[in-house]
C-alpha cells in the first residue's frame, strides 16, 4: 500500500516538522509513503494564477485514487474513514491525498478528485493539518490493524 | 479576557509539547491563558470509576463560562466559533474550555457545561487534539483582530 501525500508548501516550523515526522515514523510500519511538497506560489499574485500554477504542479504528482482534503468534502467518523480507505486499496495500490495552498485548489485539481474529504467546518493552518491528515491515515491503518492506539 | 483550559492528562511527548507552546506563547498578545492538566486515571479501571474521578477534579476547576469538547457537539465555521467567543467573552471574563480523557466525561462534567463545541466527526488524540484547539483559539483572536494570519 502507497500513500501519495502531494502538499503545496513546506513545514516551515521545527514544531509541525517535528509532529508529521513522528507520524510519518509510525507510518511505516503499515505502507510506504510519500511526500511531494509543491512550490507555494507567492500569494500577491493573482489568485488566479496562484491557483493555475500550483494546480499544474499538483496534477504532475497525482497517482492512483486521489482523495483532495476539502472543507466542502464529506465528513466521516474515523472508523468510516478507515473502512473508506480500506476499500479503495482493494482496488488501487495508492491513494493520493491532496493538501492545497492558501486560496485552496484549482478546478484542473478538483475534477482530478476521486473523492474529496472534509476534517472539520473549521480552517486549520496547512502545516498543522498536514499533521492532522497524518494522524488520521495512521489511525485508520491501526483501526484496520485493530490495534489498541484509536480507542 | 481570561482561557482556562482543564484537559485530563499531560502532553508526554515533546513534539505535542512544542506545538502546544507556540500556540500558547502567541496566545500571550491576547488573552491570559491558563492549562490545568487533571490527572488521568488507569484506563483500566473501571470506566465509571475513571470518569466519576477525573469528572471531580475537572468540575474542581471551573470557571466563566464553560465549553466542553465533545465529538457530539455543535460544530462551527472558524468564524463562527470567533464570533461566539466574542459575544461570551461581552458577559464573562473567563471562557473554560475542557478536554475530556480516554473515556470522555463523566454526565456531570456535562451538566456543568454551558456549550459543546465540536471540531471535527474524527477522533484526534488529546494531546494534537489539545493543539488543534490553542491553534483555533488564537485563530478567532486573529480574526476578531483583523489580522492577516488566518486567511
Redesign the interface.
Known amino acids: 500500500m502507497n500513500i501519495n501525500l502531494v502538499c503545496v508548501g513546506n513545514l516551515k516550523?521545527?514544531?509541525?516538522r517535528?509532529?508529521a515526522?513522528?507520524y510519518i515514523k509510525r507510518l511505516g510500519a503499515f505502507c510506504k509513503l510519500n511526500v511531494v511538497e509543491i512550490k507555494e506560489q507567492n500569494v500577491l499574485e493573482n489568485p488566479a494564477l496562484v491557483l493555475q500554477k500550483e494546480g499544474e504542479d499538483i496534477i504532475k504528482n497525482l497517482k492512483g485514487f486521489v482523495i483532495l482534503c476539502d472543507i466542502s468534502g464529506e465528513?466521516?467518523?474515523?472508523e468510516i474513514?478507515a473502512e473508506k480507505l480500506e476499500k479503495i486499496f482493494m482496488e488501487n495500490s495508492t491513494i493520493t491525498f491532496v493538501i492545497g495552498g492558501?486560496y485552496g485548489v484549482s478546478e484542473s485539481v478538483r475534477s482530478h478528485a476521486n473523492a474529496r474529504v472534509s476534517?472539520?467546518?473549521?480552517?486549520?493552518?496547512h502545516n498543522?493539518f498536514r499533521?492532522?491528515l497524518l494522524?488520521?491515515i495512521y489511525?485508520a491503518f491501526t483501526i484496520l490493524a485493530g490495534k489498541a492506539y484509536?480507542?
Chains 1, 2 share one sequence.
Open positions: 516550523e521545527k514544531f509541525t517535528d509532529c515526522a513522528e465528513e466521516y467518523s474515523s474513514f492558501s476534517f472539520s467546518h473549521m480552517t486549520f493552518p498543522l499533521v492532522m494522524e488520521q489511525r484509536h480507542k
